[in-house]
């Protein structure tokens, strides 16, 4: 069972940059396809990007609206996965989550209720 927690969030202007990080602590975490959600306030948790296991390459998911903004990366040897987010807007101000799949679990899904374990979030706010 991997714990996650996330770190990284904050207050920035808009047209910044934060990276957010999900340190994991299993010993495994290679083997976990990762996610970021974000949940705004009165509105449903959303896909926001995704990134394969080792095992089956580097693939990685993201939403719309966030290409070219977003970068999802891991370092498995720091049982990490980070968000890095740039060129941010006041529409990108959420809850971010991080999650994972269960162990070895293939497939970049954009479902939250296939990602089996979450961490506790971490405040994103943009100002205009």
């Known amino acids: 069972q991997v714990q996650l927690v996330e770190s990284g969030g904050g207050l920035v202007q808009a047209g910044g940059s934060l990276r957010l990080s999900c340190a994991g602590s299993?010993?495994?975490?290679?083997?976990?396809?990762m996610g970021w959600f974000r949940q705004a306030p009165g509105k449903e948790r959303m896909f926001v990007a995704a990134i394969t296991w080792t095992g089956i390459g580097r693939n990685t998911r993201y939403e719309d609206s966030v290409k070219g903004r977003f970068t999802i990366s891991r370092d498995n040897t720091e049982n990490t996965v980070y968000l890095q987010m740039n060129s941010l807007k006041p529409e990108d101000t959420a809850v971010y989550y991080c999650a994972a799949r269960k162990l070895g679990e293939n497939g970049l899904g954009f479902d939250p209720s296939v990602y089996y374990y979450w961490g506790q979030g971490t405040q994103v706010t943009v100002s205009s």
């Open positions: 299993d010993r495994t975490f290679n083997r976990y396809t």
